[in-house]
């Protein structure tokens, strides 16, 4: 930590150096492991954080939707995976004005879902990659059956503006060999009706260093490794101490021995909870639970009657659930050796369409 | 329901004669009913709604951060209760120069916050009001004992730039007569001392209609009642029919015949849980469940194999815990009757300080 004076609180803290550490040490493994690495920017959504995975020899970049692809394109970046049903005439002339001016892929997993490409890209000049979203257990979007997969495949590969991509899946969490089974089931079945898929993509950050083994997957959209948080600690990924992310925040009251209260709540650490105890990891404070969230309180039970956090005191909070910061603050301050602390706007948040 | 063309999805819709009426509901009870109403912004954050509750007899607003009261008396709001510990140079120095504009109140539970109010307002032209914030079991902030209450007004009492205003709560949810039990013991104690308290003020939409009793309740705060959801209703407040804010969704895929999924996720509808089963109410499907929310995706159960909803269409979800839901969006759609919908932009989005 520097001797430069912190942002007003409650502020969200990033170490860079150590965001930049778990970056490279991703690109390490998929190199190692002959996969190819593509970033899932909704952790961060910052085009700095985004560059530097490219920098680091990430293929390109993965979005959830449009506002944030334009978002990266107007910050430079080039090649964009919008793991996302994209439906709708409004969304689909978002898609298209962005696909003419950079190089955008998406996925489907349904048939009207690819007549909306269809219709969009028919004269399109370069074509619009598409790839076909199989679920393999996670129980959110995706073809329930090879059978599905080929039909989809079929569709995209007949429509003149669109390109059959390969197979996306968003795995469950947990074992990683799994979704590896069905997903070689799937190219296998694509394989024999002529469509074999040229890219297999599957993401998440908890089976980042277990999975993915190539040439299942061929490529792999990792998102919260970045960050970390207490959630991917608990699923094995990494120590607190890699948690690159911390929300900084004042005791604003201590109206018992046992409890204090500091004013980063629900609208700064969001509801969302995991194995471990409590809403967040306080780092001074590592045995204290955060045991409740109103929107702007935090309450905190320290354990036993003590004389520390009082009034006033600063304290960092490792957030159970990383990504959801970064929807809710409009910037992130980064924190160097011997610099001042800089405030970087966070300039995909609140991108919902 | 109007026949203009709905905005994008995922967006949020406010009906605005049912959030009107809900404003005016609450202050004619508060009229019959003795008590002043002093309405916390924290649920729509829009000086609009701050502006159509005072005209409907408010005494004046609530807001939880500076930032937020900055907002509304940008927007000509005039007389504005910070229900919170301001500590720090730097929100202490924000509060006086918002204080030389406007007329704010504060509150303190402890002696170094009180500190902190008498050297930044000891030279001011009119002094600040400051309450002593009272538990009274929602165990949050606020002293505990009658003791503590008296200590703190004669500190205040005692600060040439402070006016000892009151005491305030934010009450437990549940029954409403304990609460006031302590707060009629409070006033005593006060009284006693030589420091009746000008305002008794307490808050929190689900005892509105149940609680509060003038004279031990002076003045009220509840925030949620404007536009209701999933948790009010479920603590007796209103139906569902009395709900003003939904947020409009699309149904972008449907991998099985029960499952459904939508682009409302976390981001959209945030992970509050309420007694009600899972993420939202989907008003055209009242017995289907969000099972899951991820950042972008909500997944849900129809209960039984069904056609619908297809992909593409709209659906309108109630959420869970409302207030959450304007931090998350940069803008509201204003839906009246015959009339195309309006954009709002949440100006008070985001104030996290």
Redesign the interface.
């Known amino acids: 930590m520097t001797q430069h004076p912190l942002p ?3 502020a969200v803290l990033v170490d860079v150096a150590k965001a930049e550490a778990n970056l490279a040490r991703a690109q390490a493994h998929a190199d190692k492991h002959g996969f190819a690495l593509r970033p899932h920017i ?1 952790t961060h959504k910052l085009p700095y954080f985004a560059k530097k995975a490219e920098e680091l020899g990430a293929i390109g970049i993965n979005c ?2 449009i506002g944030e692809a334009e978002v990266m394109a107007d910050a430079g970046l080039r090649d964009i995976l919008i793991t ?2 994209i ?2 005439e ?2 689909l002339a978002r898609l298209r004005a962005l696909h003419d001016r950079i190089t955008l892929a998406v996925v489907a ?2 048939a ?2 690819i007549e909306g490409y269809a219709g969009a890209f028919t004269d399109s000049a370069h074509p619009l990659r598409v790839f076909v ?1 199989c ?1 393999t257990g996670a ?6 059956t090879p059978d599905e997969a080929v039909a989809l495949a079929r569709q995209i590969a007949a429509a003149p503006g669109l390109y059959f991509a390969g197979i996306m899946t968003y795995p469950p969490k947990g074992d990683p060999a799994a979704p590896e089974a069905l997903l070689a089931e799937l190219a296998r079945a694509l394989g024999e009706a002529g469509l074999a898929p040229p890219t297999i993509t599957s993401g998440g950050t908890p089976s980042l260093y277990s999975g993915p083994h190539a040439p299942t997957v061929t490529e792999y959209r990792p998102g919260t490794y970045i960050y970390s948080d207490r959630m991917q600690v608990g699923f094995g990924h990494g120590t607190l101490e890699d948690c690159a992310l911390s929300v900084l925040a ?1 005791v ?5 021995g046992r ?1 204090a ?1 500091i ?1 980063a709540g ?3 650490l ?4 995991c194995a471990a105890p409590g809403h967040g990891h306080i780092v001074e404070y590592p045995d204290a639970i955060i045991t ?1 969230l ?4 935090g ?1 905190i039970d320290l354990g036993q009657d003590s004389e520390t956090p ?3 005191e600063l304290v960092r909070v490792i957030p159970n659930h990383v ?2 910061i970064s ?4 910037e992130v301050w980064f924190l160097r050796d011997g610099q001042a602390p800089e405030a970087m706007p966070i300039e995909a948040r ?1 991108k ?2």
Chains 1, 2 share one sequence.
């Open positions: 007003d609180t409650p909704k959830q939707k996302y049903n439906i709708g409004r969304k997993d349904s009207a879902t979203e679920e129980q959110r979007c995706g073809v329930q004042t604003v009251s201590r109206p018992t409890r209260v004013d629900s609208k700064a969001a509801a969302d909870t409740s109103s929107e702007e309180h309450v009082r009034v006033g990504c959801i929807n809710l603050f409009d609140g919902v369409r």
